[in-house]
């Protein structure tokens, strides 16, 4: 299920909820694969379906047939069943070139992933909102807001045109509130960094010496940054992960679209002149002693600075194979922030090449759109058009004993070509928990929790839940907070209650807890009683 970070869970989830704009709407369907067959304890494969996709040039081959290629798992050459060639693109499929499939896939609905690496809220990004919503959805589909670790999940039953203005409020709301918490936290900085300079130059700093001062300063500065980068930079695997395989349950197609603002970084303005001043500090430490305590100085400033270092801020070949494992194309756009950040203390720099190429290597492995472009309504335009042209090799597994570990290679008998494949097979994992259908009716809040673990028994298959509920009204204050643990016997469970609110305008937060799979989710939006 999809998980928040420890440590900052509550809070953000109570600010992006308070927006009052935004509904988890979860993703149902049948079985996606083609040639899986599902039980709710475990996966029995049938068959291993392989995504590969083959550039001449950039381009795609296209045609190719099992005799143009060879799969091996674990360096064992496996017998290809079938193939399967896949050709989409989100705009209508009518108009796609070689389209393979039935024209009745363009009727279903489709998911939209819209990864917001930004620091503020911007008018372009507004404009690539309304494009989304207005020009590209179609009845049924999801979006899925991800920015700072959250997913915000849009529902699909408002108006495009109040869903589009609806998300772009609560970014603007967002955006606002995270980014005053960074520039406090840089503010905070900058007192520190003030001390610091005052030990430094004689002309301050209180009680502490120069030892004192540098480590209250880089402990800060670690701690700030640290959480920073765990806010924009440092994306999380197993959150994409249980995201994607919640959203891949649909029988329609999921898209992933990354806005990647590379103004990211806000820096002190005065981190010059303290770099300056250490400097001075070290030169006129002369003796032993002296040499030695500058050393230990030196140290935790070289640590500060190791901090700094994002080559490894993205765990591409994990979320490379999450993507392509799941079909689901990742186009990025990369442009400059118009805006300045607010406070005069501080500048943004902009994001190192390695962090970019990094994305940049993840849309090119899933067949996504890639654009250094400013303007986001004109690049998602253009990602809207582009095809991707893939395989999908499908080989039966040996009976018995699934390998803990499956390595996969894929040859091509081609000239020139470059291979881009899935490098490990993972089976597809089991339904998990979900809260849906929350409803309001003559007081009474109603809602289901399925797809707990149910293990088996003499008294029959059950399993445990914990669910907690809880109301704020308008203002952000608790109005009803109520958790209970339930013994679940059946596949879906319905639960009601009456929290005597009042009638008004409420926000609602219901979080169940599968207790035997340790899985969670959690259901917020606005309602009505």
């Known amino acids: 299920m999809i998980r928040s970070k420890p440590g900052r869970t509550a809070g953000l989830r109570l600010i992006a909820g308070l927006l009052g704009c935004l509904i988890v709407v979860p993703v149902s369907g049948g079985p996606p694969g083609r040639s899986r067959q599902r039980s709710r304890e475990e996966v029995t494969v049938t068959a291993v379906e392989v ?33 399967e060639i896949v050709s989409k693109r989100i705009a209508a499929l009518d108009t796609a070139p070689g389209e393979p499939y039935s024209r009745s896939r363009a009727t279903r609905p489709r998911v939209f992933l819209v990864i917001l690496n930004v620091y503020d809220y911007t008018d372009a990004v507004g404009e690539a909102v309304d494009y989304l919503f207005r020009e590209v959805f179609r009845p049924g589909d999801r979006a899925i807001l991800v920015s700072e670790a959250q997913a915000l999940n849009v529902d699909a039953g408002q108006s495009s045109a109040r869903a589009a203005e609806g998300l772009k409020a609560a970014l603007a709301n967002l955006k606002s509130l995270t980014t005053a918490r960074t520039e406090k936290a840089f503010r905070d900085l900058r007192y520190e960094a003030d001390q610091l300079i005052g030990v430094l130059e004689g002309t301050g700093g209180g009680s502490l010496d120069i030892h004192q001062a540098v480590n209250h300063f ?37 898209w992933a679209i990354c806005l990647q603002q590379r103004d990211m970084f806000p820096q002190m303005k005065n981190m010059a002149r303290l770099d300056t001043d250490l400097r001075t500090w070290l030169e006129s430490q002369i003796a032993p002693e002296q040499q030695v305590r500058a050393r230990l100085v030196v140290s935790r400033m070289d640590e500060l600075k190791r901090e700094f270092n994002i080559t490894k801020a993205v765990p591409t070949e994990a979320l490379r194979e999450i993507f392509l494992r799941a079909g689901v194309p990742f186009h990025l756009v990369l442009m ?49 058009d582009v095809e991707d042209y893939h395989y999908v ?88 907070d109520q958790g209970k643990i339930l013994e679940i016997a059946k596949r879906e469970t319905r639960i009601s209650l009456d929290p005597g609110v009042g009638r008004g305008d409420f926000f609602v937060a219901i979080r169940a807890i599968d207790l035997l799979a340790n899985l969670e989710d959690t259901y917020s939006g606005p309602i009505s009683f």
């Open 336 to 384: 400059r922030s118009p805006r300045l950040i607010s406070d005069e203390d501080f500048e943004l720099r902009e994001v190192g090449q390695d962090y970019e190429d990094a994305l940049k290597q993840i849309s090119r492995a899933t067949g996504g759109y890639l654009a250094f472009n400013n303007n986001a309504l004109e690049a998602l335009k253009e990602a809207a």
């Open 393 to 480: 090799l499908v080989y039966s597994g040996k009976p018995g004993r699934t390998p803990a570990k499956r390595e996969i290679k894929v040859r091509v008998h081609r000239e020139g070509v470059e291979v881009i494949s899935l490098k490990n097979y993972v089976p597809p994992a089991p339904p998990s928990l979900v809260v849906s259908a929350v409803t309001v009716e003559k007081g009474t809040l109603s809602f289901a929790v399925s797809g707990c673990l149910m293990t088996g028994g003499n008294d029959g298959r059950h399993g445990r839940s914990e669910v907690r509920v809880t109301i704020y009204d308008r203002d952000g204050k608790t109005v009803f």
């Open 218 to 254: 880089v402990d800060h500065y670690k701690t700030a940054w640290r959480d920073y980068c765990a806010q924009h930079l440092r994306p999380d695997a197993a959150f994409y992960e249980s995201l994607v395989r919640r959203v891949g349950r649909t029988e329609g197609e999921t």
């Open 51 to 83: 995504p590969v996709r083959v550039l001449l040039k950039g381009r795609p081959v296209r045609n190719l047939t099992a005799d143009d290629f060879e799969v091996y798992e674990n360096g064992v050459l496996q017998k290809l069943t079938h193939v």
